[in-house]
């Protein structure tokens, strides 16, 4: 099984509508959990974090944890073509070095 | 407090020639790390400092990769005798403390082997 898994897509979503990310990973060990956003060209920059079990939200973004399932998802509300980008799952394996999933490429469709 | 700095930001290079590429953290940043992503993946890891110390080096990583962080300030990736499949984007990110802290990257080095 590899450490961070996310579906590639890409995964099409009509603007205005709820884009539902989702990431398994193998380390039950690990704490925290990280969703990072990449547009084209350009490094990943840090959208949302998650420790506990449940949901965080923050604007228009919901992290969703469930550690005994080892999941974590990101919802994107009123999804917008601004969010149209790559988002990569990554987790602390051990609880220490960081590993990203290969991503999901979202299009949010005008 | 400025980001994290990478140099250069392109480099094209023929095959067979050694390039090198330096990382500087944000400042106080105990924890750096140096990442490799080609198209349509994720940032592959490649190796990762605390302090000066270098903790691992994934063992997918050729012997021709080479990381330093001299004084546990800014880095250096060399690669040697590159090849084509080299071609990447390369990251630097950093953070404080140890593991499960925000990584922030930098901008990225893009190497091109030809």
């Known amino acids: 099984q590899k450490e961070v898994e996310q579906n590639s897509g890409p995964l099409s979503v009509p603007e205005g509508a709820i884009a539902s990310l989702n990431c398994t990973y193998s380390d039950r060990g690990s704490q925290s959990f990280f969703w990072y956003r990449q547009y084209s060209g350009k490094s990943p920059e840090l959208i949302m974090f998650?420790?506990?079990?449940g949901d965080k939200e923050d604007g228009r973004f919901t992290a969703q944890l469930n550690k005994a399932s080892q999941y974590v998802s990101l919802l994107i509300r009123d999804s917008q073509p601004s969010d149209s980008a790559t988002y990569l799952c990554?987790?602390?394996?051990?609880?220490?070095?960081?590993?990203f999933g290969k991503g999901t490429r979202l299009h949010i469709l005008p | 407090d400025t980001g994290v700095s990478q140099n250069p930001r392109h480099k094209i290079t023929k095959r067979g020639q050694n390039v090198t590429f330096r990382c500087d953290p944000i400042?106080?940043?105990?924890?750096l790390y140096w990442y490799r992503q080609t198209l349509g993946q994720g940032p592959e890891f490649l190796t990762y400092?605390?302090?000066?110390?270098?903790?691992?080096k994934s063992r997918l990583l050729s012997d021709r990769f080479s990381a330093e962080r001299p004084k546990g300030s800014f880095s250096t990736l060399e690669i040697q005798r590159t090849e084509q499949g080299d071609s990447a984007m390369y990251l630097c990110a950093s953070s404080l403390g140890t593991g499960g802290n925000t990584i922030y990257f930098g901008e990225g080095s893009w190497l091109t082997v030809v």
């Open positions: 400092f605390q302090n000066e110390a270098q903790l691992e």
């Open positions: 998650i420790y506990s079990n």
């Open positions: 990554a987790v602390p394996f051990r609880d220490d070095k960081i590993i």
């Open positions: 400042s106080e940043h105990n924890r």
